[in-house]
């Protein structure tokens, strides 16, 4: 019984019309753990995925970030120079693959580098203004009183 019914819970709130496509993408789980991945966070707001892509050359990866998804594509190109080798034993995977990752709103890939079989994707967060924490000032009855007095002498 993986199929949940949150219809329930979607009718009273307002916003979150993606929630119920996160409930369903989290419950399928992880299906595919190709290529074998890191997430790490290097300050308050900049983090790093790493992907171990070994065997996969720059030309056979593509970047994708779009409408708050990350996605990473592999496309395995078997010999294309004409070498036709002949392996005993293949233990280094190059196989096609296609990772998701999905991003908050705040979440903005600044770069991404390849070095020795690891692709690194460089993420850093970028929280407008308005969506900052700021304090509101808590006024008493007596600055009410003198607003209020204000606003009775500019009408007369």
Do not use: C
């Amino acid at each position: 019984m993986r199929a949940f019914d949150f219809a329930p819970l979607l009718r009273t709130t307002i916003g979150f019309e993606n929630l119920n496509r996160l409930v369903d993408f989290a419950a399928r789980g992880e299906g595919e753990a190709y290529p074998p991945y890191n997430i790490e966070k290097l300050g308050e707001d900049s983090y790093r995925i790493s992907m171990a892509t070994a065997g996969f050359s720059r030309d056979e990866l593509d970047i994708v970030a779009q409408d708050n998804m990350l996605i990473v594509t592999g496309r395995a190109q078997e010999g294309s120079d004409g070498d036709t080798r002949e392996f005993l034993h293949r233990g280094i995977a190059k196989r096609a693959f296609e990772r998701r990752f999905q991003l908050a709103d705040t979440i903005k890939v600044t770069g991404a580098s390849y070095d020795h079989g690891l692709l690194d994707i460089q993420l850093v967060r970028e929280v407008p203004e308005h969506k900052k924490p700021r304090q509101i000032a808590i006024g008493g009855a007596s600055e009410q009183t003198t607003i209020d007095a204000v606003n009775d002498r500019q009408a007369a």
